[in-house]
């Protein structure tokens, strides 16, 4: 194996009482394209800022290769100098390479760097990055704010690259092309898998299985310890104080473990009552902007159900699409009519409705007290955050002191707590760990109302959309069955226009299309329910006893005849529900094999 470019040894990090790396290993060899994996909050953008050299450990080694460059794309990109050509070269890149980087993620060189859009600015940081001709890029979200044929222009620019990589991002189709190497922030370490993300959910689970049974021997350990603790150990003290000690080792090991865990997130989605059949019907509809026509003679119609996706290149009209058929512009030309007992609940890309000087109790809570109404039942506030992983300490933080994905779990948890029979997410994946993404994905599948989705997470629009929506920027709009790779197989070049420039150096071919992507493993919702269903399995042969035994006193009937039919009653419900039990768990039992199998 070639020596590494860089390498992190043993480094720890703490932020005031909390230890975000303990012991972190890794490394990077030349031309290595890895992703770095983890939840929200365990500190991947820390972590890749100690990589980069900008934030220092308080202790461990970080050794660099001499000569090696190194060019970091952060979360929120800062552009700066006169124009974007003055930007893409302050970093050392000559003019005419920032210029050919700029034109190749379809900006112009002499544009000023003030008034982006945000898909500008994350293009405009990539494209200085590239320009800089790097040993190491270091890119935190760079998906994020770029349309689909910006995305495929950055995986051909990284699969022509030669530098070696390290990627934070949430979009499996982007890291299923792009990697070789996982890296897994998990409970402040760093773990290692020397396949690409295809093969990292698989792994992981593998080995949360194995945390779940050590935990489990763990727990039983402790209760054996605690039982030979009661029975005195002071008489025995010289003789048994390493087993003392031992067993405070396991109550500390317990306690990290249960400190670790992330828990459970609790969101869950309800309609606010049946709209009509028809939600929108749109006929003849064109919308212009001056010169620039946003879509012509366009006509759809979206039933009750229905999961829209809207796709297409930044400024296409998107947004626009959406305000059509919600009513709340008016088109230049035909008409738009929209259903009965329509209830909208709006969550748009540029996170506007945060404030950032407000605390996340404010947001939850805007007409003040602790109680937040949820689906029309109140809840306390404390509670309800903490269904979203928000811990009670921060419902007192501003919202400017959250991670990306923090404030866009605080977006779903203010507009979830709506009753709503449609739902519009603009960019809802947007700095999303993978497990929220899977557990939103689920809650969606299962919302019985209308869903309208303007996404550039081609795996996301393809395990949700019923039909998708495209526009190309110059007018032209059509609407296909399915997801994402549905549309494109259906309507191939459609998009042509809109792509960025091809890379000027094509070293090596981008990777292949995914093909839509098939489920792999149960849903959030059905291994939840499994493990229900062990639960219930489990404990209700017990329960079926002592209820034969009550039954089975020779002088109930004549004692207490109401009790005796409440027991009966109890044993026939408790028996019907055990049956009913092991069939559904037989059921998702097989079903589960059977994914497993396919895999």
Same mark, same amino acid.
């Given at each position: 194996?070639?020596?590494?470019?860089?390498?992190?040894?043993?480094?720890?990090?703490?932020?005031?009482?909390?230890?975000? !790396?303990?012991?972190?290993?890794?490394?990077?060899?030349?031309?290595?394209?890895?992703?770095?994996?983890?939840?929200?909050?365990?500190?991947?953008?820390?972590?890749?800022?100690?990589?980069?050299?900008?934030?220092?450990?308080?202790?461990?080694?970080?050794?660099?290769?001499?000569?090696?460059?190194?060019? !970091?794309?952060?979360?929120?990109?800062?552009?700066?100098?006169?124009?974007?050509?003055?930007?893409?070269?302050?970093?050392?890149?000559?003019?005419?390479?920032?210029?050919?980087?700029?034109?190749?993620?379809?900006?112009?060189?002499?544009?000023?760097?003030?008034?982006?859009?945000?898909?500008?600015?994350?293009?405009?940081?990539?494209?200085?990055?590239?320009?800089?001709?790097?040993?190491? #890029?270091?890119?935190?979200?760079?998906?994020?704010?770029?349309?689909?044929?910006?995305?495929?222009?950055?995986?051909?620019?990284?699969?022509?690259?030669?530098?070696?990589?390290?990627?934070?991002?949430?979009?499996?189709?982007?890291?299923?092309?792009?990697?070789?190497?996982?890296?897994?922030?998990?409970?402040?370490?760093?773990?290692?898998?020397?396949?690409?993300?295809?093969?990292?959910?698989?792994?992981?689970?593998?080995?949360?299985?194995?945390?779940?049974?050590?935990?489990?021997?763990?727990?039983?350990?402790?209760?054996?310890?605690?039982?030979?603790?009661?029975?005195?150990?002071?008489? @025995?003290?010289?003789?048994?104080?390493?087993?003392?000690?031992?067993?405070?080792?396991? @109550?500390?090991?317990?306690?990290?473990?249960?400190?670790?865990?992330?828990?459970?997130?609790?969101?869950?989605?309800?309609?606010?009552?049946?709209?009509?059949?028809?939600?929108?019907?749109?006929?003849?509809?064109?919308?212009?902007?001056?010169?620039?026509?946003?879509?012509?003679?366009?006509?759809?119609?979206?039933?009750?159900?229905?999961?829209?996706?809207?796709?297409?290149?930044?400024?296409?009209?998107?947004?626009?699409?959406?305000?059509?058929?919600?009513?709340?512009?008016?088109?230049?030309?035909?008409?738009?009519?929209?259903?009965?007992?329509?209830?909208?609940?709006?969550?748009?890309?540029?996170?506007?409705?945060?404030?950032?000087?407000?605390?996340?109790?404010?947001?939850?809570?805007?007409?003040?007290?602790?109680?937040?109404?949820?689906?029309?039942?109140?809840?306390?506030?404390?509670?309800?955050?903490?269904?979203?992983? !928000?811990?009670?300490?921060?419902?007192?933080?501003?919202?400017?002191?959250?991670?990306?994905?923090?404030?866009? @779990?605080?977006?779903?948890?203010?507009?979830?707590?709506?009753?709503?029979?449609?739902?519009?997410?603009?960019?809802?994946?947007?700095?999303?760990?993978?497990?929220?993404?899977?557990?939103?994905?689920?809650?969606?599948?299962?919302?019985?109302?209308?869903?309208?989705?303007?996404?550039?997470?081609?795996?996301?629009?393809?395990?949700?959309?019923?039909?998708?929506?495209?526009?190309?920027?110059?007018?032209?709009?059509?609407?296909?069955?399915?997801?994402?790779?549905?549309?494109?197989?259906?309507?191939?070049?459609? !998009?042509?226009?809109?792509?960025?420039?091809?890379?000027?150096?094509?070293?090596?071919?981008?990777?292949?299309?995914?093909?839509?992507?098939?489920?792999?493993? #149960?849903?959030?919702?059905?291994?939840?329910?499994?493990?229900?269903?062990?639960? #219930?399995?489990?404990?209700?042969?017990?329960?079926?006893?002592?209820?034969?035994?009550?039954?089975?006193?020779?002088?109930?009937?004549?004692?207490?005849?109401?009790?005796?039919?409440?027991?009966?009653?109890?044993?026939?419900?408790?028996?019907?529900?055990?049956?009913?039990?092991?069939?559904?768990?037989?059921?998702?039992?097989?079903?589960?094999?059977?994914?497993?199998?396919?895999?």
């Amino acid at each position: 194996m070639r020596a590494p470019l860089l390498a992190l040894k043993d480094v720890r990090l703490a932020d005031g009482p909390l230890m975000l !790396f303990d012991g972190v290993d890794l490394g990077l060899e030349p031309r290595v394209r890895a992703c770095l994996v983890g939840r929200n909050g365990a500190g991947k953008s820390t972590l890749l800022k100690v990589v980069a050299g900008q934030v220092q450990a308080d202790s461990g080694e970080r050794t660099v290769t001499p000569g090696t460059r190194i060019a !970091f794309v952060p979360q929120e990109p800062e552009i700066s100098g006169p124009t974007l050509r003055d930007y893409a070269s302050a970093g050392g890149a000559e003019p005419h390479e920032a210029d050919a980087a700029l034109q190749t993620f379809g900006l112009d060189p002499a544009k000023s760097s003030q008034g982006l859009s945000g898909g500008e600015i994350r293009r405009a940081a990539l494209a200085r990055a590239f320009a800089e001709d790097a040993d190491i #890029l270091l890119l935190d979200e760079p998906t994020n704010h770029l349309d689909i044929m910006a995305i495929e222009t950055l995986e051909a620019q990284i699969a022509a690259s030669r530098a070696a990589a390290l990627i934070v991002s949430h979009d499996r189709a982007f890291l299923e092309r792009v990697t070789k190497r996982c890296f897994w922030l998990e409970h402040r370490q760093v773990r290692r898998l020397d396949e690409g993300f295809a093969a990292f959910e698989d792994w992981a689970e593998k080995i949360e299985q194995q945390e779940a049974e050590e935990a489990r021997r763990l727990d039983v350990q402790i209760k054996k310890e605690m039982h030979w603790l009661a029975r005195g150990v002071t008489a @025995r003290r010289a003789r048994n104080e390493g087993r003392r000690r031992k067993l405070m080792d396991m @109550r500390q090991q317990r306690t990290e473990r249960l400190k670790d865990s992330r828990g459970e997130l609790n969101m869950g989605i309800a309609s606010s009552g049946t709209s009509g059949q028809r939600v929108v019907d749109a006929k003849g509809v064109s919308k212009a902007f001056g010169e620039r026509v946003i879509l012509k003679n366009f006509s759809t119609r979206i039933l009750r159900g229905d999961r829209v996706a809207i796709v297409g290149p930044n400024g296409a009209g998107k947004s626009t699409l959406v305000k059509l058929l919600l009513g709340e512009i008016p088109a230049d030309e035909g008409e738009v009519k929209l259903g009965t007992n329509l209830e909208i609940a709006y969550i748009d890309q540029a996170r506007a409705a945060l404030s950032p000087e407000m605390t996340l109790k404010d947001v939850l809570t805007p007409l003040g007290g602790d109680q937040v109404l949820v689906r029309g039942q109140p809840k306390h506030v404390n509670a309800y955050a903490k269904d979203f992983l !928000f811990r009670d300490s921060q419902l007192r933080q501003p919202v400017r002191s959250l991670s990306g994905g923090e404030r866009n @779990r605080l977006l779903l948890a203010r507009a979830l707590a709506q009753p709503a029979n449609i739902l519009v997410l603009d960019e809802p994946t947007n700095d999303l760990d993978m497990d929220t993404l899977d557990l939103l994905e689920d809650l969606l599948a299962d919302f019985e109302g209308t869903l309208i989705l303007v996404s550039h997470d081609r795996d996301f629009i393809d395990r949700l959309a019923t039909s998708t929506i495209g526009l190309d920027g110059s007018g032209k709009v059509v609407e296909t069955p399915g997801g994402w790779q549905d549309f494109i197989g259906q309507n191939p070049g459609f !998009f042509g226009g809109a792509s960025a420039k091809a890379p000027e150096k094509p070293a090596a071919a981008p990777a292949p299309r995914l093909e839509a992507a098939k489920p792999s493993k #149960l849903s959030y919702k059905d291994q939840r329910r499994l493990a229900e269903l062990e639960t #219930l399995v489990a404990e209700l042969p017990g329960k079926i006893t002592a209820l034969e035994t009550g039954l089975n006193d020779p002088n109930l009937y004549s004692r207490d005849p109401a009790g005796f039919d409440r027991l009966s009653r109890a044993l026939d419900a408790a028996r019907a529900q055990l049956s009913a039990a092991e069939e559904e768990w037989l059921e998702l039992e097989e079903r589960r094999e059977a994914l497993q199998a396919s895999r």
